[in-house]
């Protein structure tokens, strides 16, 4: 029988508690001469995991995007469009700050510094958490077991009392293989009913 004694509840953030889609960022760059077959394709011209991880800088993905087009566009242009994904998915932001008042409730993204600073700044995530970690800032990306035992030291963690949330199967099953609690994230209403059976409750 499963203990029910969670005491950290940890939020991937894309498509969690932040919605995103390329398509109309996608359709921007095809317009402007950009040739790109999906998002693989795309992370792959780009460079965008090397970003993620902190390896290139933000003038050096910019300028990798506008090696992308016919002709260079102004960079503030191009930021402004890579920053313009999102969209907030306010009953699952609803449900980590109603878990913060219980829980002690945290952050862990794969992104990138400009959609980082974004998102935290537009969307209160430093209201709904006890803390954050991003990918670029440790150089490691989910589902590599080393980014969970980063985020143990860094807020505390025990493993086996603590459960990740992700939309990703493969990030939350790297979380299980490091001894936490993972949940596949599909709807509030699925997240919220494997939270109670782990015994999660709400004041």
């Not at 508690?17 to 359709?27: K, N, R, V, W």
Request: charged fraction near 20%; glycine fraction near 4%.
């Amino acid at each position: 029988m499963m203990q029910k004694n969670i005491s950290a509840i940890v939020f991937d953030v894309g498509r969690v508690l932040i919605d995103f889609s390329y398509d109309e960022f996608f359709a921007f760059l095809m317009e402007q001469g950009a040739h790109i077959h999906g998002v693989d394709d795309f992370i792959e011209q780009t460079k965008l995991h090397a970003y993620e991880h902190g390896h290139i800088s933000d003038d050096e993905f910019l300028n990798n995007l506008n090696n992308l087009l016919s002709a260079p566009l102004d960079t503030q242009l191009l930021k402004t469009k890579w920053l313009d994904l999102f969209a907030p998915m306010d009953d699952m932001q609803q449900l980590a700050d109603r878990l913060k008042t219980r829980y002690q409730v945290y952050l862990l993204s794969n992104t990138s510094p400009l959609h980082w600073q974004h998102v935290i700044s537009h969307y209160r995530l430093a209201d709904i958490s006890h803390g954050m970690l991003a990918s670029y800032e440790v150089g490691i990306m989910k589902p590599a077991p080393a980014i969970f035992r980063v985020a143990e030291q860094r807020f505390e963690l025990r493993p086996a009392t603590t459960v990740f949330i992700d939309d990703i199967a493969d990030n939350a099953e790297a979380a299980r293989q490091c001894g936490w609690r993972g949940i596949h994230h599909t709807t509030l209403a699925d997240t919220w009913r494997q939270l109670q059976e782990m015994g999660v409750i709400l004041d």
